[in-house]
């Protein structure tokens, strides 16, 4: 008896996006960094992001195994980051950090690569997610504010394209049909076969001595 899976990937993104929209008002200047975001950091981002990368392998999903496992504990560590110095463990200087977020931003471009081939939606999740790391970066490498604040939008709009791209997930597939357009790529036809031109047939004509 076939076992049918279910789709893990709005899971996923629910706990990326909903995460870094929290981070990011942070990095706004709206709120300091609290006990909320770091939760949401360790268990919905983080560990939740991990079970669905886990959930992808079973799935034979490499692409989606990949991103959901690794930004899963990207979470995680952003949160020792956090935490850790306050148990004695020697902070990061910012400017160590800003190669910390610039490792991140070329991993997620290389990711955005292989999201050529997905729809529009989940292209614009990994290309917007790719300048908001480069963004961090620069941030910590020039201690520039303004370029965080600059990111802590750019951020929000990330985690939100991400959301649209879960929710736009489920209700398609509740309602058979599209409530919440993805930009699906036209599939080329694979099955189509070369144009094969016939020689015309020819006749040999005996020559009479």
């Known amino acids: 008896m076939s076992t049918k899976f279910a789709n893990p990937a709005p ?8 995460t870094t929209i929290l981070l990011n008002i942070h990095n706004a200047g709206y709120f300091p960094i609290d006990s909320m975001i ?3 950091g360790i268990f919905y981002g983080g560990i939740g992001q991990v079970i669905v990368g886990m959930m992808c392998f079973m799935r034979g999903d490499t692409f989606g195994t990949t991103a959901f496992t690794s930004y899963g504990l990207f979470w995680l560590t952003l949160v020792g980051l956090i935490l850790m110095p306050n148990m004695g463990v020697a902070a990061s200087p910012a400017h160590f950090m800003g190669w ?19 729809p529009r939606a989940k292209q614009f ?7 908001l790391f480069f963004l961090l ?4 490498f020039t201690g520039n504010e303004l370029i965080g604040t600059i990111a802590g939008f750019e951020g929000i709009i990330c985690g939100a394209s ?11 597939v509740e309602y058979g049909r599209t409530i919440l357009p993805v930009g699906e790529l036209t599939k080329v036809n694979a099955d189509v ?11 040999l004509h005996s020559v009479n001595a």
């Open 100 to 118: 910390y977020l610039t490792l991140w931003g070329t991993f997620t471009a290389f990711m955005f690569v292989g999201s050529l081939r997905y």
């Open 137 to 140: 970066a620069v941030r910590d």
């Open 11 to 18: 899971l996923g993104l629910m706990g990326f996006g909903m």
């Open 125 to 131: 999740v990994f290309a917007s997610l790719t300048v």
């Open 38 to 40: 770091l939760a949401m």
């Open 162 to 172: 991400a959301i649209y791209f879960a929710m736009a997930q489920v209700l398609n």
């Open 193 to 203: 076969k070369p144009l094969q031109v016939e020689a015309e047939p020819v006749t």
